[in-house]
C-alpha cells in the first residue's frame, strides 16, 4: 500500500489508478475487491497473444470519506490506453451493484441514516473508451456500465473524477456524461471523439491533434467548466480532488439531479438551446464560446492561475 | 502469436529469507510489467510463473530472476509476472521494488 499521506500532495495527473483509489477515501479505509492476486485477465487478450493484466486495468474496491461508505472504480491509463473491454466492464458493474444492493438493505434496516452514511460511487477515468481487441464485447461493456447508472439513479450518487493523463474520450465519455456530478482538473480532458481520432477522420485542418493548446481548449477541464459539462474544478492534486469528493458526500441523492447532464425533458430542452446556439454562433474556436459566455478576455483567462480563473470565469448560461 | 508461459523453479540457497506478506507492484504498460509476490508454505523453492507475449527469452528470464533470488536470499514464495516486453533492467527493478512493498 502506498503512504496515504504522501500520496495527498501528489499530482493526480501523475498518480497510477491504485493510488488515486487509496488517496481518495479516507487513511487505511480502502479494501480492493477483484485486485490483482484474484487474476481477472481478459480472455480475449489471451487468444489474441496481448499482453495482460491481472486487474484487467481497473481497480475497484470500498473504503470510507467519514461515515460514508465509497465504492471506488479507477481505471488504469498505461494499460492498453485504460481501454474497457469484458472484464475491466463487468468488475465496474460489479462495484456499482454492490454500492446499489448496499444502500437497499442500509436503507431498508435503517430508514433514518443521514445522507452522509449511505453509499456513494467514485469513478476516476482514465481511458479512451472501448478495448477494440474485444470488439462486441467491449461495447456490451459499456452498455451494462450504462444500464448500471441508470439503476443507481436517484439510490446512489455517481460522482466522475477526470484528471489523469489519458483523460476520458470515446464510450467512457458517454459513461462519464450519464453520472451524477463530473469533478475535473484543469489537466483532465473529457470528450467523445477522442483529438487524434478526429485528426485521422477529419484532416488536420478540422483539427490538428499536436496542437496542445487547440487539445486543451476544446477538451480541457477550463473549457468544459465553462460549458457546465464539469460541475467542479479543482487544484490537481489528490487532496483537492478527495476534498471535493468530501463535500459531495455530504449531500443526498436528491442534491444531485441539479448537477446532472442528462436524464430529464428539462435537460434534453437545454441541450436542444446548446444546439442552437452553436447553429447560431458558428464557433470557430472554443475562444468564441468563452466569449459569448461573457469571458471578454478568453486568452487572459486561459493563460491565468487557475485560482484566478475560478474567480472571475464566466459560465455558459443555457 | 500467442501468450508464452513459462514456469520453473529455483531452489533457494539455504539462506531462507520469507516473505511476511503478499505483494503487488507496476503495471503492465508497454515494456514494463507487472509483479506478484505470495508467501507459500508447500516448500521452500521458489516457483516462477512468466506470462509474456515475447518468444525465445527463457534462458534470460531464468538467470534474471535466479540472480534476484540470490541477491535477496529468499525462498518459500511464488512470483507471478505479467510482462509486456519489459528490457532484463526493468524486470530486476519491479522484482525489487515489489519485495520492498512485501516488506515496508
Not at chain 1, 467512457?172 to 451524477?180: L, R, S
Not at chain 1, 483567462?301 to 455558459?316: E, N, T
Not at chain 2, 540457497?13 to 508447500?42: I, N, Y
Request: charged share 25%.
Amino acid at each position: 500500500m502506498p503512504n496515504w499521506n504522501r500520496l495527498q500532495t501528489n499530482s493526480f495527473l501523475e498518480c497510477s489508478a491504485r493510488d488515486r483509489a487509496v488517496g481518495l477515501v479516507d487513511e487505511g479505509s480502502f479494501v480492493e475487491l477483484g485486485g490483482p492476486f484474484d487474476r481477472l485477465v481478459s480472455p480475449h487478450l489471451v487468444a489474441l497473444g496481448e499482453a495482460v493484466e491481472n486487474d484487467d486495468g481497473i481497480v475497484t474496491g470500498v473504503g470510507r470519506i467519514g461515515a460514508r461508505p465509497v465504492f471506488v472504480i479507477s481505471q488504469e491509463g498505461r494499460f492498453i490506453g485504460g481501454s474497457v473491454g469484458e472484464v475491466g466492464g463487468a468488475k465496474m458493474v460489479g462495484i456499482i451493484d454492490m454500492a446499489i444492493d448496499f444502500n437497499d438493505r442500509l436503507v431498508a434496516e435503517f430508514p433514518d441514516l443521514p445522507p452522509s452514511a449511505r453509499p456513494l460511487v467514485a469513478i476516476s477515468f482514465e481511458t479512451g473508451g472501448v478495448r477494440l481487441h474485444e470488439a462486441n464485447a467491449g461495447l456490451l461493456a459499456h452498455a451494462e456500465v450504462m444500464d448500471a447508472l441508470q439503476r443507481a439513479r436517484h439510490k446512489v450518487p455517481v460522482v466522475a473524477l477526470i484528471g489523469s493523463r489519458i483523460g476520458c474520450f470515446g464510450g467512457m465519455g458517454f459513461v462519464a456524461a450519464a453520472t451524477d456530478a463530473i469533478v475535473m482538473s484543469e489537466f483532465g480532458r473529457l470528450g467523445l471523439t477522442g483529438p487524434e481520432v478526429i485528426e485521422q477522420e477529419m484532416g488536420k485542418d478540422e483539427f490538428d491533434a499536436s496542437n496542445r493548446a487547440l487539445v486543451y481548449r476544446t477538451t480541457g477541464g477550463r473549457h468544459k467548466y465553462v460549458m457546465g459539462d464539469a460541475n467542479f474544478l479543482v487544484d490537481d492534486t489528490v487532496a483537492a480532488f478527495r476534498a471535493q469528493l468530501a463535500d459531495l458526500c455530504a449531500l443526498p441523492v436528491s442534491s444531485f439531479e441539479a448537477m446532472r447532464r442528462i436524464g430529464s425533458p428539462e435537460l434534453v430542452e437545454k441541450q436542444l438551446r446548446g444546439v442552437a446556439l452553436a447553429a447560431e454562433l458558428k464557433p470557430s474556436d472554443a475562444r468564441d464560446v468563452w466569449r459569448h459566455a461573457g469571458n471578454n478576455d478568453p486568452v487572459g483567462l486561459a493563460d491565468g492561475p487557475l485560482a484566478d480563473f475560478r474567480k472571475s470565469v464566466r459560465r455558459l448560461a443555457l | 502469436m500467442s501468450l508464452e508461459t513459462i514456469e520453473f523453479t529455483v531452489a533457494g540457497d539455504g539462506r531462507s529469507v520469507s516473505l511476511s506478506r503478499r505483494a503487488h507492484c507496476g503495471v503492465v504498460g508497454s515494456g514494463d510489467l507487472e509483479v506478484l509476490l505470495e508467501p507459500k508454505t508447500a516448500d521452500a523453492a521458489v516457483s516462477v510463473r512468466i506470462v509474456t507475449p515475447v518468444k525465445g527469452f527463457d534462458a534470460l528470464w531464468k538467470r534474471v530472476v535466479e540472480h534476484f533470488v540470490a541477491e535477496t536470499g529468499l525462498s518459500g514464495l511464488s512470483i507471478d509476472i505479467n510482462d509486456n516486453n519489459a528490457s532484463p533492467a526493468i524486470v530486476a527493478l519491479r522484482l525489487r521494488q515489489a519485495l520492498a512493498e512485501a516488506q515496508g
